[in-house]
């Protein structure tokens, strides 16, 4: 990290052992450290977990001995996060909720609240890396996150630290022990940013609602019954009431006809390269010839972005569906260079 002393450093605290260990370590490089939990929007009737969430972040602020303030960002997270999310799902898109959860929420409206606050840094426990205002990978692998900061401005992620991006999770762990810091055997946060134990599929079946319908196979044979085409992800596997046994995996998806086209290996039958059109694109630094993911954990593939970045070449076959709402993320070496929702 950069020269700390006596700088003022809003840390986003979660309540889990990322962002505590983040905080104590800021804190160690003479940083002037306040601690920040982001009250999000929460599901009306549904069970979650932000009030013991935002008990941990005060824990660890008070072991820590900094000052303390909770964020309300809930219109934020509605209109940026929430709305969004059940527009793309009804069109039969798959979105990336924790993309625009950054972007809207954690480098947004918690970014803006550390400036009026007079900070100098805000900084997370994400695991990528800052390197000069360029963002790298996460050095543990499993762990990375940058894939899901690509759509963040590059205002925000300039003055953004990450201190724990440089070290594997077991490593925080460990120093989380050593420091005392109260989550240090809490275990990781699962699901969409701000939904804890809420699942996707609850979500949207209280929201939206999903009516079963028929599952065909690559020559339009009927194989089972879906339980509802809003709730399938391409490439990913799905279960069916059916005739024949699976496993199996959605090809395609037919929202006007809540019908599903699936096959028994998650790669399409006639393999073509084939240009991904990209919008909202968000191009941290230039680059033509890349390497780009387009799901988190996802094979990367080689390709070419066109001069105005919005349609990506691979240069190779993709032997499996592209998901339409989702990221494409693309790299040079470690580093992110930027992205856009695959259209």
Not at 92 to 120: I, S
Request: charged fraction near 20%.
């Amino acid at each position: 990290m950069t020269d700390l002393k006596g700088k003022k450093v809003f840390v986003g605290l979660s309540g889990g052992v990322d962002s505590a260990v983040s905080a104590a370590l800021l804190q160690r490089a003479g940083a002037e450290v306040t601690g920040v939990f982001i009250k999000g929007w929460y599901p009306p009737g549904m069970l979650c977990t932000w009030s013991e969430d935002r008990r941990d972040a005060m824990r660890a602020a008070a072991h820590l001995h900094i000052p303390f303030h909770t964020l309300d960002a809930s219109v934020e997270y509605k209109q940026g996060v929430i709305d969004y999310l059940l527009r793309e799902y009804a069109l039969g898109r798959t979105p990336n909720p924790d993309v625009m959860c950054n972007r809207e929420v954690k480098f947004g409206a918690f970014w803006r609240f550390a400036k009026e606050h007079g900070a100098d840094f805000i900084a997370t426990g994400h695991y990528a890396q800052n390197s000069g205002g360029k963002i790298l990978r996460g050095k543990d692998g499993a762990k990375d996150q940058s894939y899901f900061l690509w759509a963040v401005p590059k205002e925000a992620l300039t003055r953004t630290l990450f201190p724990v991006g440089g070290m594997e999770k077991a490593q925080t762990r460990t120093l989380a022990r050593q420091m005392g810091i109260p989550q240090a055997t809490k275990k990781d946060s699962q699901g969409i940013c701000f939904l804890g134990s809420v699942s996707v599929d609850e979500f949207l079946q209280s929201e939206i609602g999903s009516t079963s319908g028929k599952a065909v196979d690559e020559l339009g044979k009927e194989v089972g019954i879906h339980t509802g085409a809003v709730l399938a992800t391409l490439g990913e596997r799905v279960v069916l009431q059916g005739v024949l046994p699976g496993p199996w995996y959605v090809l395609r998806k037919d929202m006007s006809q809540n019908l599903l086209v699936v096959s028994h290996v998650p790669t399409l039958s006639s393999r073509e390269t084939r240009n991904i059109l990209l919008r909202e694109t968000n191009w941290l630094l230039e680059g033509t010839r890349v390497l780009a993911q387009y799901r988190y954990h996802g094979p990367l593939i080689s390709g070419e972005l066109s001069k105005n970045g919005t349609i990506f070449t691979p240069t190779q076959p993709i032997e499996e569906p592209v998901a339409s709402g989702q990221s494409l993320v693309c790299y040079e070496g470690e580093q992110l260079l930027g992205g856009g929702i695959i259209a």
